[in-house]
């Protein structure tokens, strides 16, 4: 850059001064670069600066001509710096875009936004449903003990009922040689739990996985959810639980559902049933319902009173306190509220599915 002139303003030293500014400015690439510049023709003792700090010297009329030239040089060279400025900025972008792995033009990644599990979504309709007939909620442990999944509900060892539920065992010893802890096959175990620490009246459902050591289909899984239902209190009969579970089936699968009571076998309750309602895929037409096979009836829990000897075994006096209990499974719910056809499909973690619900 040249230094500062100390020659008299004039019209051909303004034009110079500009030509040469201008020119050296298109060969300037970077912010730096512009700053010294800036500094050298337009800063405090710039070159423009100095030579209109010059202007004193002249003579009026020469002073009024050459003033103007140089005001109108300063505002060449002004806007001549923004625009190289904003030359350097377009080619600023345009090696980003083409050299750095950083694509500013690229929309945004969106962040995934989940959902609820469809059984979690079940589950928490059925309880929903519970609660709103005045049951509250509990949960209780996966990993139980032999005494609260069978012997408390009246199922000793070495009784053939025990093969109702394919037990995975855990792998813990007592001293006596026995293994007596489990991955709970029911929610049943939170029968006693319940009856033990608290007194009647009891209402609670109890939602919660379970296990089994079985071989799986698109009707068996080896864990799946259940949700369990006692009331027990004094004056509880057959008719609680049938009016109970029938509101229960209205509210989840509609207004005009019938309901089906069957005898059914489970150690822990007597009379025990198996509930079945009335298909609504095709209101009991039949003619290849994939639904309800044509039956026209759908199972969908196993309940009962609540056996005297588990009343008993927890120390409630059956002659005072009787109760009902029911067992079902969400899934198979969801199944026939969705038409799903596989329950290996909910914990299969495949989001084409999941995402439906
Ligand atoms: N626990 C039973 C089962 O897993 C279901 C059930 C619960 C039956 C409560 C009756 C009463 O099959």
Same mark, same amino acid.
């Given at each position: 850059m040249t230094q500062p002139t100390s020659e008299p303003p004039s019209s051909q030293t303004i034009e110079r001064l500009t030509r040469e500014a201008v020119d050296e400015l298109s060969k300037l690439g970077t912010y730096e670069e512009l700053e010294t510049w800036r500094v050298a023709y337009l800063g405090r003792r710039g070159r423009l600066t100095l030579l209109l700090r010059g202007l004193? %010297?002249?003579d009026i009329d020469e002073r009024r001509l050459v003033g103007s030239l140089a005001n109108e040089a300063k505002g060449t060279l002004e806007q001549n710096l923004e625009r190289r400025s904003a030359e350097i900025d377009g080619a600023e972008l345009a090696t980003s875009a083409s050299q750095d792995k950083l694509d500013v033009t690229l929309p945004g990644r969106t962040t995934p936004v989940g959902r609820l599990h469809p059984t979690t979504q079940i589950v928490r309709e059925i309880c929903g449903v519970f609660s709103d007939l005045g049951f509250s909620v509990v949960e209780g442990p996966e990993v139980e003990w032999d005494h609260y999944n069978f012997e408390m509900l009246?199922? $000793? @060892? %070495?009784? $053939?009922? @025990?093969?109702m539920w394919n037990t995975l065992w855990v792998d813990y010893q007592n001293e006596a040689g026995e293994q007596p802890m489990l991955l709970r096959t029911h929610t049943s175990p939170m029968q006693a739990r319940v009856m033990e620490s608290s007194r009647p009246p009891i209402r609670v459902v109890v939602p919660g996985k379970c296990y089994r050591y079985e071989a799986t289909d698109a009707t068996h899984e080896w864990h799946f959810y259940q949700v369990e239902g006692l009331a027990v209190d004094e004056g509880i009969t057959f008719a609680d639980l049938k009016g109970t579970l029938y509101e229960f089936a209205r509210r989840l699968f509609g207004e005009d559902r019938k309901v089906r009571f069957r005898c059914d076998y489970f150690p822990f309750v007597e009379p025990g049933v198996d509930m079945s309602i009335d298909c609504f895929a095709c209101e009991g037409e039949g003619d290849g319902c994939r639904i309800c096979r044509d039956s026209g009836w759908i199972e969908i829990m196993g309940a009962g009173m609540v056996h005297p000897k588990v009343l008993a075994g927890v120390g409630y006096d059956p002659e005072k306190y009787t109760g009902f209990a029911f067992g079902l499974g969400p899934e198979r719910i969801a199944m026939l509220k969705y038409g799903i056809e596989d329950i290996r499909l909910f914990y299969a973690n495949d989001l084409r599915f999941l995402r439906q619900f």
């Open positions: 004193s %010297g002249l009246n199922i $000793p @060892r %070495g009784h $053939p009922a @025990r093969d």
